[in-house]
Each structure stands twice: as structure tokens, then as C-alpha cells.
């Protein structure tokens, strides 16, 4: 009579445990287990430690409480330990696990290869993967396809289609999910014209293999092959997803093609993708810049979920197209929305401030996005603060701004001063100026040039001289465009050149 009770009670709690969605949920039902003593009946736990393991709602520390109070944990607990840690931030676990699996003496099956490799796939460092390969060979599960197919995206993730080729070529019974990962892995070489070769090539694609190729087209700027094979795509019947979507209005951004755009747009939501709040993001990015901001306003006052990408997408918009004061408005209501701004927000508003003028707001926003909200200035901010001094005529404090920043100034920051000291022509800022960009790039020339055009515009002729000749002993590279600005200032000082010896 006991045993009957607790087969049926070991039943119900293992149903329950399969069935549950928190860890409060869970730790209950363990307790039930504890007093009734089935809390180690072999069902019960491999549900509970599932969950505890693998589900999102689940909590790897507490698998591993479970895992730890195992005599003799099985190649089942050891692969649902290594997949949970596979698809977390703590992958480098699974290789752990796995060395502790093989010196229990635990034999691997092919789903540990599986979630393994899957797990050095997540790694952003190398650690070397021929030892995961050479376990896999030593173990004998190199022709189980769900085991070669996460090696050759292993190597795809990598970026290196040979060994990814080799890998594919062992494969008795290649499947879709093998080509797609020899269109990965040329695409993150940077081998489109091979990538696309692969592509035409196989037997079937899924949308995995249509994704990666308009992807890889997209982000190498290719934004007109993206969109033609996005409707080839769309005349074959394979529904795109998120990610195709927005390499395909990407493309459309890059292109500045607001017409494509539009059809595109119409496509989202003619196919149930208009809730996705970052393709409505990619769409206000492309409709600002292709100039179109009454469009970008309607998508972005028509979303009831913003996140914060929206905010700084639309504040962004405003800004770069001058309308400070509506940036200044969102900001306003993100932060009362509760959405907490960052970096790119700030950045923003920055940018607001120098095409409005407003140097002090500017300069007092600076300072309550380092104090108030915590965030490190990058380079970038202190770029357009001191952009926003310089053409002000603020130069002395534009400077001091740069030598006093805690990260090194490079060359965009100084050519931004260096610009406004032409602008209002300081010859001696512009000097100073002009030394520090030498010590960065030596050999770019455009900085002699602006110099040298100060010295046109205040009439010091000899110091013009010396600075083309300068440019020209230390082999100084010119652009086309700084060409162009070379003929015109001789032209300017040739001109001038009577006054100054009479």
C-alpha cells in the first residue's frame, strides 16, 4: 500500500515538476518530495533538475546544488548541466563539466558534443577547438550528423571556412543546416562571391541560409544584391524573420530608398511583424534618414511599447535634422516615461545643443550625464563638446577640454578644434593644434593644409610657404578633396604674394 502511494505520488510530482513555471513552484514541489523520501526516485529529480537546468524560468545555481548532491550523476545530469550552460553567460562551464565528466570516467554521448560545441561557439575566446574536435573523433561520434553539424558552425562562428569545408565534406548525409553553415562561415570570412556560390548550390534553404546571405550583403554594403534577393526570397514562399528584416531595412537605409522602404514597411505589417519594437526602431532609422520625419514621428507616436533604442533612434533624428527643441522635449519624456537614457541619448542631445547654439545648456548637460546619471564620457562626447566650443569661438576652453580628458585625445577630436581656429582664424591655437595632430598621424596632410590656409586668410605669406614645404619634406599623404583645397589656397596666396613685397 505504501509503495502504491508513493509510485503515485512520485507520478503527480513529477507532472507538476514537468508543468512548472518558477523556481518557487519547483523548490515546493521538491519539498513535497523530501517528505515523503522520493526526492531521489530517479523521475522526480530528472524533471526537477530539467527545469532547474534548462528552462528560462530555471536557475543554474540551484542545478548545480541538485547536480552536487548526486553520488554518481549519469551522462543525462552531466548533458543537461552543459546545455543549460551552453545558452547562458557562463558557457566556459560546459568545457568544466566536461573535463570533470571524463575524469569521473562518464562516458560522452552525441548530444554532449552537441551542447558543447554548441558552448564554445558562445566563447568569444579561442580556446582551442581542435581539442573538442579531437575528443569528438577519439570518441567516435564524428559521423553522427547532429555532431558534424555543430562543428561546422563552430567553425563558421569563427570565420573559418576550411575547416568548416572539411567537415562537411566527412558528412555522409549533409542537410540543410550543414549548407547554411558553409554560407555562415563564408560570409563571416568576408567571402560573399564564395558565400553565394554555396548558396545557389544547395539542394534546399531554410531561412537560416536566406537570412545569413542578405545579412552578409546588407553589412558589407551590397544593399542592392540584399534587397533583390530579399524578393527572390519572398517569390519562393520562405517567410523571413526578425533578423531578415532588419538586414533588408538596413539596406534600404543605406541606399537611402524610401520608396523600397515603404513597400518594406507595408510588407511588416502586412505579415504580422509590425509589433516587433526593433524593426520599428530600424524603420524611424530609416525614414529619418532618408529625410522623412513626419513618417518617423507617426511610427514612433503609433508604438505602445518603446524601448530605450526607440527613444534615442527618434531623439537622434531630431537632432541630426536640427530640431534641438523636439529633441529636448523626448528627453524629457523618456525620463518621466522611466526609461533610463545612456551614452547615446547624451550624445544626442549634444549634438542638439551645437546646431542650436546653446553652449552653457550644453556644457551643464555634460556634466549631468557624468554626475546625475553616472555615465563615462567617451571620446565621442568630448569630440562634440569641443566642437561645440570651437564654433562658438570658445577655442582656449575647446583646448583645455582636450588636454584635460582621462582617455587620449586622437585625431578627430584635435581636427575638430583645428577646424574651428581656421574658422575664426587663431593662428597661434591653430599652431599648437597642428603639432599635437603631427605627433598622431604624421603623414596626413590635411592638417598642414587647414594650417596653411589660416595663415593665407591672415595674410602671413612666409608661414604658408614653410608649411608647404614642410608638408612636402615629410612626405605628408593629400587626399583629393585636401588636393583640391592645395590648388585653391596657391591660387589665394599667389594672389597675394605682390601685396606682400610691396
Excluded at 515546493?28 to 518530495?33: F, H, L, P, V
Excluded at 543554474?60 to 547562458?88: C, V
Excluded at 564654433?391 to 583646448?399: C, I, P, T, V, Y
Excluded at 619634406?473 to 589656397?489: E, T
Aim: glycine fraction near 6%.
Amino acid at each position: 500500500m505504501q509503495q502504491q502511494w508513493q509510485a503515485s505520488l512520485s507520478s503527480r510530482l513529477a507532472s507538476m515538476a514537468q508543468t512548472c513555471l518558477s523556481m518557487r513552484q519547483l523548490k515546493q514541489i521538491q519539498a513535497r518530495a523530501i517528505l515523503a523520501n522520493i526526492h531521489n526516485h530517479a523521475l522526480i529529480l530528472g524533471k526537477m533538475f530539467r527545469f532547474a537546468a534548462v528552462s528560462p524560468s530555471g536557475d543554474l545555481n540551484y542545478a548545480h546544488q541538485l547536480f552536487d548532491q548526486m553520488p554518481q550523476p549519469t551522462t543525462f545530469f552531466y548533458n543537461l548541466l552543459i546545455r543549460g550552460h551552453s545558452k547562458s553567460s557562463s558557457s566556459w562551464l560546459s568545457v568544466v563539466l566536461f573535463n570533470k565528466m571524463r575524469l569521473n570516467l562518464v562516458d560522452p554521448d552525441e548530444f554532449t558534443f552537441t551542447f558543447l560545441l554548441k558552448s564554445r561557439s558562445n566563447m568569444r575566446v579561442n580556446m582551442g577547438n581542435d581539442e573538442i574536435h579531437g575528443a569528438v573523433l577519439k570518441s567516435g561520434f564524428s559521423l553522427h550528423l547532429y555532431v558534424q553539424n555543430s562543428l561546422i558552425h563552430l567553425y563558421a562562428g569563427r570565420g573559418i571556412p576550411s575547416a568548416a569545408r572539411r567537415v562537411f565534406d566527412e558528412a555522409v548525409a549533409a542537410d540543410v543546416v550543414s549548407w547554411s553553415g558553409l554560407v555562415i562561415a563564408h560570409v563571416r570570412a568576408n567571402e560573399l562571391d564564395l558565400a553565394r556560390w554555396v548558396f545557389d548550390e544547395m539542394p534546399e534553404r531554410d531561412v537560416v541560409s536566406w537570412t545569413t546571405m542578405i545579412s552578409g550583403y546588407s553589412q558589407a554594403k551590397c544593399s542592392r544584391e540584399a534587397l533583390t534577393l530579399f524578393w527572390k526570397m519572398n517569390c519562393e514562399g520562405v517567410m523571413p524573420d526578425e533578423v531578415t528584416m532588419v538586414s533588408v531595412i538596413s539596406a534600404c537605409t543605406d541606399l537611402g530608398d524610401v520608396q523600397t522602404g515603404i513597400s518594406i514597411h507595408r510588407f511588416i505589417e502586412e505579415n504580422g511583424f509590425a509589433w516587433m519594437v526593433s524593426l520599428c526602431n530600424a524603420l524611424i532609422d530609416m525614414y529619418a534618414k532618408c529625410g522623412c520625419m513626419d513618417q518617423a514621428w507617426q511610427l514612433f507616436d503609433s508604438m505602445s511599447q518603446k524601448s530605450f533604442i526607440t527613444w534615442n533612434s527618434m531623439i537622434s533624428a531630431c537632432a541630426n535634422h536640427g530640431n534641438a527643441d523636439d529633441a529636448f522635449g523626448l528627453f524629457e519624456c523618456m525620463v518621466r516615461a522611466g526609461v533610463p537614457p545612456d551614452g547615446v541619448t547624451f550624445l544626442a542631445l549634444l549634438v542638439a545643443y551645437t546646431h542650436k547654439g546653446l553652449v552653457d545648456e550644453g556644457l551643464r548637460l555634460f556634466e549631468r550625464m557624468r554626475r546625475e546619471y553616472r555615465i563615462e564620457a567617451r571620446i565621442e562626447h568630448y569630440g562634440c563638446v569641443a566642437d561645440m566650443l570651437g564654433k562658438a569661438g570658445r577655442l582656449e576652453e575647446a583646448s583645455r577640454l582636450i588636454s584635460s580628458m582621462p582617455i587620449p585625445g586622437n585625431d578627430v577630436v584635435w581636427g575638430t578644434l583645428l577646424a574651428a581656429c581656421r574658422s575664426y582664424g587663431d593662428v597661434d591655437m591653430g599652431e599648437k593644434v597642428v603639432k599635437r595632430l603631427i605627433e598622431l598621424k604624421p603623414d596626413e596632410g590635411g592638417y598642414y593644409i587647414l594650417l596653411r590656409d589660416i595663415y593665407v586668410a591672415t595674410g602671413r605669406t612666409a608661414e604658408a610657404n614653410d608649411m608647404r614645404q614642410t608638408m612636402m619634406d615629410n612626405g605628408a599623404r593629400v587626399a583629393i578633396q585636401d588636393a583640391l583645397v592645395i590648388k585653391h589656397s596657391s591660387a589665394e596666396l599667389d594672389e597675394m604674394q605682390p601685396e606682400s613685397k610691396s
